[in-house]
Every structure is written in C-alpha cells, then in structure tokens.
C-alpha cells in the first residue's frame, strides 16, 4: 500500500480505538468532490462506515463543496459507497457482528496513480482507562525522547 499525497488523518480514531486491521479501500466520488479533496478540503473526524446489503458506505465525511463547482455541487456530507472485495466485505461484516468492533477511517490520500483512496481501519473501542494508559505511554516516551536529546 503506497501512500502518495496523504491529503486528511483521523488522529482521533487511534485515540477512540484500537485499531487491528487496515484496508485500502476506494471510494465513488463526484468531479467535483475530487477537485475538493485535491485542495484538502476534507474531514473524517466524525465519519464512520457501515455495512448495508453486502456493501460499505462511509457516513459523516464531510467534503467542502467545489468553489467553481456551481450546480455540480453535491451535499457535503452525504453517504457515499466504498469499493472492496466481496471476500474483504465478508471479513469485516465478521468483524462488525462482533461486539465493540467499528469501521473507522484512519486517512485519506492520492495514490501514485492517482486515486482517491481511504485507509478503513477495524477497531475495537477503547474504555476510558485504555485511553489513560495510552496516553501515559506517550507521554513517558516523550519524556524520554527528550531526555536523549539533552544528554547528546
């Protein structure tokens, strides 16, 4: 999986979950939906996928409307498919079943050939302690990540 221009990362899903597997996945976009990512007008914050008839659609992703793109435009946070496999889908609806497992985006980028792609990653949430004990972690390899540089 070759990233090219990383264009937005959901940075909040690694803190909600733990994140087991990843798949690239591609998306069906309008023109004007591409030109928009293109300038970097896009936010998975809040977005989530979801297994409906044996297909993935991503909800909650917002994409700014096109500026030059007038009528073309289309609602910005509509739902839209995603492109798998069908034995990828089967995974993930196995996955899904389980309890405490989501379909999260983690990013979205152009691939060298240029594609628009999402990065879907399976998570299991996280409880209020794992988050506490993640963030302990971080902070005590910053501190030493900090200790290093001072010595040498």
Request: aromatic share 10%; no cysteine.
């Amino acid at each position: 999986m070759a990233i090219g221009k990383l264009i937005a990362q959901n940075k909040k899903a690694y803190h909600e979950y733990f994140i087991e597997n990843k798949y690239e996945v591609g998306i069906v976009l309008t023109g004007t939906e591409v030109k928009s990512i293109r300038a970097g007008k896009v936010s998975i914050k809040e977005a989530y996928a979801v297994i409906d008839n044996g297909e993935v659609w991503i909800t909650q992703m917002h994409i700014a409307p096109y500026e030059m793109g007038n009528r073309y435009n289309v609602d910005s946070l509509r739902r839209r498919k995603l492109l798998m496999h069908g034995r990828e889908i089967k995974k993930l609806i196995g996955y899904t079943a389980q309890d405490g497992y989501a379909l999260v985006p983690t990013k979205v980028y152009i691939n060298p050939r240029g594609f628009v792609k999402v990065e879907l990653g399976v998570g299991k949430g996280k409880k209020l302690y794992d988050k506490r004990q993640t963030l302990a972690k971080k902070d005590a390899q910053r501190r030493i990540q900090q200790e290093m540089k001072e010595r040498f």
